[in-house]
Structure formats: C-alpha cells, structure tokens
C-alpha cells in the first residue's frame, strides 16, 4: 500500500513538473511574440490578406478560390472575424498568429514528452520558442504560423493514436489533417513524413499504417475541391524568380532556420547580390551560426542510435517538407522555393536538436544551450532594431508624404499595395508601375510623367520587383530636380520638382 501512494506521489510530482515547464514555454513564448507585435509596417502580403479578409465571408471563400490568393480560405476566415470584431490594427491582425505560435510551442513540448524525452523536451521547447525565424512568422498575418500549429496537433494526436488505437483518435487526425490541408496545401508533405516514420518503425507503428492510409486519404478526398479549382486556374504562381540552384537553396533554409532573417545579408541584399561575395561581409556572423547549427546536429547524430524513435520523427518532419516544397519547384516553373512554405518543420528540428542536447553531458549541453539562447537572442535583436532587417516600413513613409505632399501631385509607386493601405489622402494621385515593363517602356514612362508633373515623388520599395535596375529614378533625376530624399526601412521617398 505505501509503494503504491509512493509511486502516485512521483507521478503527482512528475505531472507538476511537466505542468511548470509547460507554463514557463508558454509565457516565455507568449512574452517573445508579443513584444513590439505592432511595431512594424504591414508587408505587402498581409495587406492582401486583410484586404481579402475584409470581405464578406461568401465574397472572401470566392476570391481566394479565383486567384487573389495561393492559400486556401481557413486562415483568411480567422482574420475575417478579428477585421469584424474591429482588430484593424497591426497589433491585432497579428495577434492570431502570435498566439498559434505560442501554442505550437507547447505542442513540440507535448510531443517530446510523448516520445519520453523529459530532458530534451523542455530544451525542444526552449529552442522553438526563442527561433527567430518562428517568432519572425509568429508576427506576420499570414496563414503560417496556424499551419505549423495545425501540424504539431496532428502530430500530438498521431501519437496518442499509437499508444491508444481507437476510431475517436483516428477521427481527430483525419479532422485536422482536412483542417491543415485548407489552411496550406504544403499540410500534405508533413503528412507523407508522418506515413513515412510509421513505415520504417518496428511493428507497432507499421500496424498504424493502415488507419494512418485511411485518415489520410479521407482527408485527401475532402480537399479534391480545393485541387480542383488550382486547376482551373491559369496563373498559379508563387513568388517572383527561380532560386539560383537547388544547393544554394537548402544551404539558405539552412541558415535561416537556425539563424532566421536577421543575420547574414537581408532579403533586399540577396535580391540584388545572390554570389559569394554578398556573403564575405557578415562572415563572423556566418561561422558562429553555422558553428552552433553543427554542434547541435553532431549532438543529433551521435545519439541516433540511443534515440532513433524520437530522432528519425524529427528527420522525416525535417526533411518531407524541406525537399518537397524543393521538388514542386523544380517541377513546376511557375512555383519558386521558399524558405516559409516549409516552416513546418522547424519545431521538428527544434525537437532533434533538443532530443540531442538533452542527452550530452551537463557540461556541452549547458555550454551549447546557451550558446543557442544568446545567438537566438542576438538574431531576434537585429531583427526588430537594424533597419535593414525590418519589414518595409510604408506606415511611416506614406505619413510622411501625406504631411509633406500638395494637392494634386502624384505619387509613382513601385510596390504600391502596403504604401495605399497606409495613405488617406484622396487630393494627391497615386500610380502603379506596372511590373513586366521593359527598360525602355520604363525610361518612355517615367519621361512622360516628368512633363506631364512639374512636381512629383517615386516612393521605392522592393524595386527588385518592378525597375531592379532603377533606371526610372535615374530618368527622374535627369528630367527633374531633387526637392527632397528620405529613407525609411526598406523604402526610399524622393520628391521630385521642374
């Protein structure tokens, strides 16, 4: 009698203790996500999300369905009930996303515990919650922070199917799974790894392949409407260019899933400069990163033996996603890489290296532990105070040419979605360039409106996307005299007068 109210105290200890870590991931992510949420400008993606969200909600299932967006309508029907219950602020859009983010921390920590990995998992936790470029997503209106969380549920409920076959835990994957699939279609590469480790599994989890098949593919009919209405479309695209090589693209997702968007050069830099040479200036940077993402992988693969169930989860979660969203690009011309269509398995290597840690001696993990919390700490800095590494800021410079502009000018805008959701003035002309123009309809264009506008101002941003060699600012300059230059994050304002 007294061994068993022993062994119901460890365990009453052992759930306190699971449930303290927990709480501490939460706040500890919720604490990171959610400093300075509304700081930043809206980027141009999550203007066409609110704009989109806005809609009605038959409106909004429609025009997600004719092309005005790749994602299906789950995420943009969450943020049509944050827009209708009157979060129109950058802090409020974002706070969805914020809060799936801090969720799926919890989530990674579940299932390590799951996998019985009480040391690596609350590491795998800490490691998810302090990711930069998690936290990066966790702060952005878009649908990927929801499909990361999505995925770690049905994950967590894969598990449980395992250790407690039954048809309700099969039935909660399959729901998920239809949930997932309607947020973000790269769901189903998730998915095939999650088949992937059962297969090559000992006897328990090749049984679950059968059940795995079926709740799959039920939820793989449900989503043939969806595939259906892709097909109809003729400008499926995602992204703007090719990435230069398969090998420079796994070596980019490389950094930034270790080091995310803030250290080495900013996406605008790589956008210009794709060679070695863009690399030499933030080498240091480089070397300490790459560093610290080798030790912990050493750490991954030198325990794969003692930790094979939990370590090859997490490479199948790694490594479907990553080579998946490669192969569609390679496949498909119209569909670039992109290091955000497979963020799903970022938590996952969060788990292999927190499962890697958490079996090294006190000594290397503590040392590499917070080798990982000051380089996470470093990025994340960088990433909310050096310019170059923030979002384009048109809040301030759509402000600034609304206090600054007379009636009647015009405003020649290269990215012109972000710059118009910030500018209220309706007695100053706002104008597009057309993206696809040639050099010489550029220059033809940017002459024209230098006679036809004795004042005018050209607001740049992401030129790479429409004039990358700027030869519509040159034209200007040649035609008209500079009044006045101002630099925002990302954008540049000039005003131009004959």
Known sequence: ???????????????????????????????????????????????????????????????????????????????????????????????????????SVVLIYIIARQLGQTRGAPLAGLLLALSPLHVWYSQEARMYSLMVMLVLGQTVVLLRALRHPSWSAWSAYCLLTIVALYTYPYVLLSCLGQGCWLALGQQRRQQALKPWLLATGVAGLSFVPWVLTLLHREDLT???????????????????????????PSVAELHVNRGVSALLPHWPYLAAYGLLGAAGLGATVWHWRRERCSLSLAACMV????????????????????????????????????VGLGSLRSGPRVVLVIGFIALSGLSLWRGQTLPQYLREDNRA???????AGQPGE??????????????????????????G???????????????EHP???????????????????????????VESRMEFAGVRVTHYRR
């Not at 703007?240 to 080495?264: D, H, M, Q, R, W």
């Not at 410079?397 to 206090?403: M, T, W």
Request: aromatic share 10%; with cysteine; proline share 4%.
């Open 437 to 451: 123009l040639s050099k010489e309809e550029r220059v033809s264009l940017a002459q024209r409106l230098a006679r």
């Open 238 to 264: 995602a992204g703007l260019e090719k990435a230069v090589s398969p090998a420079v693209a796994l070596g980019y997702t490389a950094l930034t899933f270790i080091a995310g968007y803030n250290i080495g």
């Open 1 to 103: 009698m007294s061994m068993e109210r022993g062994r119901d105290v460890v365990r009453a200890g052992e759930r306190l203790v699971s449930w303290g870590q927990g709480m501490g991931l939460l706040v500890l992510a919720l604490a990171v996500r959610l400093w300075n949420l509304g700081g930043q400008s809206l980027w141009v993606d999550e203007v066409l999300q609110f704009n989109i969200s806005r809609e009605p909600l038959w409106r909004l299932v429609q025009a997600v369905a004719g092309g005005a967006d790749n994602s299906p309508p789950v995420y943009h029907t969450v943020l049509h009930y944050v827009i209708a219950a009157g979060g129109t602020s950058e802090w409020a859009l974002r706070l969805p996303s914020a809060l799936f983010g801090s969720t």
């Open 455 to 481: 004042s005018l101002w050209l607001v740049e941003c992401r030129s790479w996307t429409v004039d990358a060699s700027g030869v519509m600012e040159k034209t200007l300059r040649q035609a008209l005299s």
């Open 397 to 403: 410079a759509a402000a600034y040419v609304a206090q």
């Open 319 to 354: 490594l479907w996603p990553v080579l998946g969203v490669l192969a569609v690009s390679e496949v498909m011309p119209s569909i670039t890489y992109n290091v955000r269509y497979a963020l799903a398995a970022v938590p996952f290597l969060c788990l292999g290296f927190g």
């Open 410 to 435: 015009l405003v020649l805008l290269q990215a012109s979605v972000p710059f118009k959701h910030y500018f209220q003035r309706q007695d100053i002309l706002l104008q597009a360039i057309p993206r």
